[in-house]
């Protein structure tokens, strides 16, 4: 009882509120020197990609089979699930590649970690239902009852996987899209000062990255693929597959039609960012005139229910006073 007491009085409260005070302030100096940098672990690995894309394409004019027979060797239960169910064909690898590859995960092993997922989640779920409708609501619930609920996980789990990975790409295609008006310009400058499109996409890839860091990794993919892939429309092809977006792809296009024709690269660039900022002003303007709609029903329920209560609240005051 007494520490009770003590611990509300007036110079404890005070000496608890000094030392979160000063908690609070040692944390906030300290959290930016525990951030790490997101970019720098992103090149990274993109630094990790283009050694392997060195090391195959040496395994390839070699022919030397050692590494699929190491990886065969070195096979995890997840490959083993993919192999034995034959999930790949099932599923459908190489749209489940591409979806991967847009969402940023580009080694094998998340193929097959998310095909191995998309049989071993459905069932998982489905029996955590049957158990959970079985043991705690076993009174409540009809045996139907308890069939309908493991047979709404085994839905839920088989489109889960597909829905976290679609939200993935989504993220990942939003940040590329808010970069790459900005992206377009700086290539289109660097093609401009008289540089190619490899040093001007490894330029562009060192500023763009503080502003979308999935469009510098993407951007320095491509560079990589351009000096390690024979043939160089196949790099810019697989530009335009990882990202999904109409307007990379559109860029694509013109840099495999310069580079076949001959045409200038920085006239086909301006009018390419020309059109995006078009295209995304576009887009403001439509979400500008879609707000009235949304807003409707918001200042229905909170808006005018108060203006009602402010307008009629000091006549119905002076009536019950009369009354």
Same mark, same amino acid.
């Given at each position: 009882?007494?520490?009770?007491? =003590? ?34 672990? +992103?090149? @990274? ?22 590494? +699929? ?18 999930? +790949? ?88 899209? @808010? ?16 540089? =190619? ?12 990255? =503080? ?15 351009? =000096? ?13 597959? +990882? ?81």
């Amino acid at each position: 009882m007494e520490l009770i007491t =003590s611990l509300f009085q007036v110079e404890t409260l005070i000496t608890l509120l000094i030392g979160v005070a000063a908690f609070a302030t040692v944390l906030t100096v300290a959290s930016p020197l525990m951030q790490t940098d997101p970019l720098r672990a +992103r090149m @990274k690995a993109v630094s990790l990609e283009r050694d392997k894309l060195r090391a195959a394409q040496r395994a390839q004019l070699m022919g030397n089979n050692e590494v +699929r027979l190491r990886e065969k060797k070195q096979a995890s239960l997840s490959q083993q699930i993919v192999d034995t169910l034959n999930l +790949r064909t099932l599923f459908e690898a190489e749209a489940s590649r591409d979806l991967l590859r847009q969402a940023g995960l580009r080694n094998e092993h998340h193929l097959v970690s998310f095909l191995a997922a998309r049989v071993a989640v459905p069932l998982v779920l489905a029996l955590l239902a049957f158990v959970y409708s079985s043991t705690i609501y076993a009174d409540k619930l009809t045996p139907p009852m308890r069939l309908a609920a493991t047979g709404g996980g085994l839905v839920v789990g088989y489109y889960l996987p597909a829905i976290l990975l679609q939200n993935l790409v989504n993220r990942r295609q939003d940040s590329i899209k @808010k970069a790459w008006s900005d992206a377009l310009d700086l290539m289109l400058i660097c093609v401009e000062s008289g540089m =190619s499109i490899e040093p001007a996409m490894q330029r562009v890839a060192r500023e763009i990255g =503080s502003a979308s860091v999935p469009l510098a990794e993407e951007l320095t993919l491509t560079v990589a693929e351009l =000096s390690y892939l024979q043939d160089r429309r196949k790099a810019y092809e697989n530009l335009g597959k +990882r990202t999904g977006l109409p307007t990379v792809k559109s860029v694509v296009t013109s840099l495999i039609q310069s580079e076949r024709y001959g045409t200038p690269l920085g006239t086909a660039l301006r009018v390419l960012a020309q059109e995006n900022r078009d295209t995304r002003m576009s887009e403001a303007e439509k979400k500008a005139a879609a707000l009235p709609p949304k807003l409707t029903v918001p200042m229905v329920l909170f808006f005018l229910p108060v203006i009602f209560i402010v307008i009629l609240g000091p006549a119905m005051i002076g009536v019950l006073g009369l009354k």
